[in-house]
Structures are given as C-alpha cells and as structure tokens.
C-alpha cells in the first residue's frame, strides 16, 4: 500500500489502534518502561518496542486481551532491600503493565527479547471481500 502523503499513515494508525490519542497516551502508565511505536513506510506493519533493561524472558508476557495488547513484566529485585543500602538507585526495578487499545483487525506476527528491548510485531489483517448476490422476487 503506497504513502502518498504524510497524513496518510494516521488513517492506517487508526485501523490498528482505535484513536491514535488512545494508542500514544493510554499505554504510558508514568512513562515507564518507555517504548517506541512505528509505522514501516508503506506497509501494513507496526512495531512496538519497549525498553526492559534487566527483565529476563521469563519475566515478561505478552497477551491480546479484549481488543487489547497486554505487556507486562513482573520485577525480581537483584537484591533484598535489607541486604543493601543504595548509594544511587538510578535503575528502575518495578513491574509494569501497558495496554494499548487494538481493533480486531490488528494480529501479532511475532515477539522478540533481545538486548533489553522487548520487541512486538504487528499487522492489519485484510479483510475478507465478499460478495453476495440477491434474488429479486
């Protein structure tokens, strides 16, 4: 599917997710853990990808729920609280949830752990064309 335009590309945002203002704000719960959204030009394909620094695979799940997609990593602290005392703590170590709001139209192709970055691909579905004929009595 060719980009003519800019613009274009939000009427393609609004078929994966149902309002680009859910898909941008809903999902932040305080900015953390930060992501990235993105288009690939000319295609039907998404990506998102969120920063999970210190989270291992086992750590994190990823669902669609109700016309939602669920990511969520649960925290396993590297130390017990009474076992240290932190000069500076400047890595967040809590577990998170993100939704983001999807129509049926949106399926997930795939999802990666790699780096520290969790990375979800996604694609609109075409719909399927059908055509019926009526008898006209």
């Not at 949830?97 to 979800?120: A, I, Q, Y």
Request: charged share 25%; aromatic share 10%.
């Amino acid at each position: 599917m060719a980009r003519n335009n800019i613009l274009d590309g939000f009427s393609l945002v609004d078929q994966i997710f149902k309002t680009f203002e859910d898909a941008t704000n809903y999902a932040t719960s305080g900015g953390y853990p930060p992501y990235n959204m993105v288009q690939f030009n000319g295609e039907d394909k998404f990506q998102i990808t969120v920063a999970v620094a210190g989270f291992e695979k086992d750590d994190l799940k990823v669902t669609q729920v109700d016309n939602h997609l669920v990511i969520k990593g649960k925290s396993t602290p590297s130390y017990k609280e009474k076992d240290v005392s932190y000069i500076h703590q400047g890595l967040a170590n809590r577990s998170f949830e993100l939704k983001f709001p999807m129509k049926e139209s949106v399926k997930v192709d795939g999802v990666r752990h790699k780096n520290g970055l969790l990375t979800v691909d996604l694609y609109v579905e075409e719909p399927e064309s059908s055509v019926r004929s009526f008898d006209i009595d």
